[in-house]
């Protein structure tokens, strides 16, 4: 079994802007599998919170993991150990390699990755993602976001520097602006609130139709969602609070909802194991992602039919996308249905 690499740039349309700062694109590792004349590819984004803020980072992890007795592994047994050495292999990384290896089993049996994994197909539509930024921006974005691309659900991202006020500012307009288009409104803080703030806020949302907010508040400060918990407006779902299934069990009673990320937790085999425990617990699920092409996109969508909420939207967003792979069909992204997950690398360079 070979293990091949590609570093290749992702360029967002418009920078994003979110609570903790602004992101304008990345360079994201492709990873290649081949074996037995089959070959698999897995995606990775890097980032600080993943474990590998580059992809040469990335790159050099996975060839030091990559050897010895792993190659006859199965590919839960591997992520198992990938997991056992999280300080030399990134999360991120991981699952570029937990990707690549789905991607190959589903290749090699000439079925759609979906299939494989017993996931019936997507009914859910994906939002597209709106960052923070003034009243202007939103007036000039909604319609370039909205217009003919059957979009019928808008995340917000709030949680402003500048406070609440710029936070209510921008989300008036956003009302003011989609007014035609009415899709579903979502909010994300990525933990730029406090509790007080985060409770003024959820209940000026609620009066304005948000169906849930997502990750209140900051990492680490998991100990104060019972009190956001208790008679809340909104369900309130966890996004950087949750990487991998074994976080759940400490806040489960204190959520309606968790955000699954494959960058987060490793992958397919990790997504899979907080799909599981997220129903243990009786909360829904969304499934999310970074900056991401429809590479680890389609990958994500071979899982989309089993989940409430779906924001696979990054490749939406990239000018251009350098791969091939899920099609929006009516706002939903929809896995293929040619074998693996589908994606292919277009871009030349």
């Not at 979110?18 to 590792?29: F, K, V, Y």
């Not at 976001?145 to 979009?151: N, P």
Request: glycine share 10%; proline share 7%; hydrophobic share 40%.
């Amino acid at each position: 079994m070979q293990l091949a690499f590609r570093t290749l740039p992702l360029r967002k349309r418009f920078p994003l802007t979110i609570s903790r700062g602004t992101r304008a694109g990345s360079e994201n590792l492709f990873v290649s599998v081949t074996h037995d004349g089959v070959t698999g590819w897995g995606e990775m984004a890097p980032g600080i919170g993943q474990g590998a803020p580059s992809a040469a980072l990335g790159q050099a992890a996975l060839t030091e993991f990559f050897s010895g007795d792993i190659k006859r592994l199965s590919i839960r047994q591997i992520h198992a150990r990938g997991r056992e050495c999280q300080s030399k292999l990134p999360p991120c990384a991981l699952a570029a390699l937990d990707i690549a290896l789905w991607d190959w089993c589903a290749r090699r049996a000439g079925l759609p990755l979906y299939q494989i994994l017993g996931m019936g197909k997507p009914n859910a539509p994906t939002s597209i993602t709106l960052g923070i930024g003034s009243p202007e921006m939103v007036r000039q974005r909604i319609p370039l976001l909205l217009d003919g691309g059957g979009i019928r659900a808008l995340k917000v991202k709030l949680g402003s520097p500048q406070g609440l006020e710029a936070d209510q500012a921008m989300f008036s307009q956003v009302l003011a602006s989609t007014r035609d288009y009415r899709p579903s409104l979502r909010v994300d803080a990525n933990g730029g609130w406090d509790v007080a703030n985060a409770l003024v806020m959820m209940k000026w949302l609620a009066a304005r139709g948000v169906e849930y907010v997502e990750q209140p508040l900051p990492l680490g400060q998991e100990q104060d969602l019972p009190t956001l918990f208790k008679n809340r407006p909104l369900p309130i779902f966890v996004d950087e609070s949750c990487r991998f299934a074994d976080d759940l069990p400490a806040w489960a009673h204190t959520v309606d909802g968790v955000n699954v990320k494959l960058m987060k937790c490793g992958g397919i085999s990790g997504a899979l194991q907080i799909l599981a425990a997220a129903s243990a617990f009786k909360l829904k699920t969304m499934l999310g992602c970074m900056n991401e092409s429809s590479m680890s996109i389609s990958a994500a969508a071979a899982l989309s039919g089993e989940v409430d909420y779906v924001d696979l939207d990054s490749q939406l967003t990239l000018t251009p996308d350098p791969c091939a792979g899920a099609q929006l069909v009516h706002g939903i992204v929809t896995p293929s249905e040619t074998p693996g997950h589908g994606a292919t690398i277009v871009l030349r360079n």
